[in-house]
């Protein structure tokens, strides 16, 4: 599932510009625009990618090292078999956080966890009047906590899109001051992420360098 790499990537690109220059990273991407790509496309293939920015060691080393190694951690539940994502990067946090502190957004994200639905559909489900409902579906998808599923046929013979929450189960865990977020999501969406992927090959690397 594809949205959930995109949220990743949102919120890696929101933390780069907060710890790189503006000037450094202006550079990083005329270099790869130069090449046909943009910034956000070197993370799913980021080890590979360092060979190509080569000039960019230093703020590479900060993305690697303060960015993605410390972004999430992938765990597995033994006894049931869920997929837990515990999420570290603090702009991820807090938008999973105002997300499920809108009870109407909460309302909606419930309902459509396991089967996906329209938004009339979700909105009368919910309570939800259209005005305010359209809103925060809208900001929902732009933020790509909900993602389209297909389309179906309403009762007046017309298609409508599907809609699905990524996030099956959500989980707050508070350590004196520090925040972390555990999100549940299923095997397929686990598998299908390349940035996951990357950011799990980053962690290993690294912990298999202390150990030596």
Not at 39 to 67: C, V
Request: with cysteine; aromatic share 6%.
């Amino acid at each position: 599932m594809r949205s959930l790499d995109q949220i990743i990537v949102n919120a890696i690109m929101h933390t780069i510009k907060k710890e790189i220059s503006s000037k450094d990273l202006e550079d990083i991407e005329q270099q790869l625009q130069n090449c046909g790509m943009q910034m956000a496309e070197i993370f799913y293939k980021f080890p590979e990618m360092k060979k190509s920015l080569f000039r960019f060691t230093d703020d590479l080393k900060i993305i690697e090292d303060e960015i993605l190694k410390d972004f999430l951690i992938v765990e597995q539940d033994l006894k049931t078999s869920e997929i837990w994502l515990v999420i570290k990067n603090q702009y991820l946090i807090e938008l999973i956080l105002k997300t499920f502190a809108d009870q109407d957004k909460k309302a909606i994200m419930d309902l459509i966890r396991d089967e996906p639905e329209t938004i009339p559909k979700i909105l009368e489900r919910c309570r939800i009047p259209n005005t305010s409902g359209y809103r925060k579906m809208n900001q929902l998808i732009d933020e790509k906590m909900v993602v389209s599923t297909g389309l179906a046929e309403t009762f007046e013979g017309k298609r409508a899109i599907l809609y699905r929450s990524i996030v099956q189960r959500i989980q707050i865990l508070i350590n004196g001051n520090e925040i972390i977020a555990k999100i549940s999501v299923d095997h397929e969406t686990l598998n299908s992420s390349e940035i996951i992927r990357t950011i799990t090959e980053i962690n290993q690397g690294k912990a298999k360098h202390l150990a030596n």
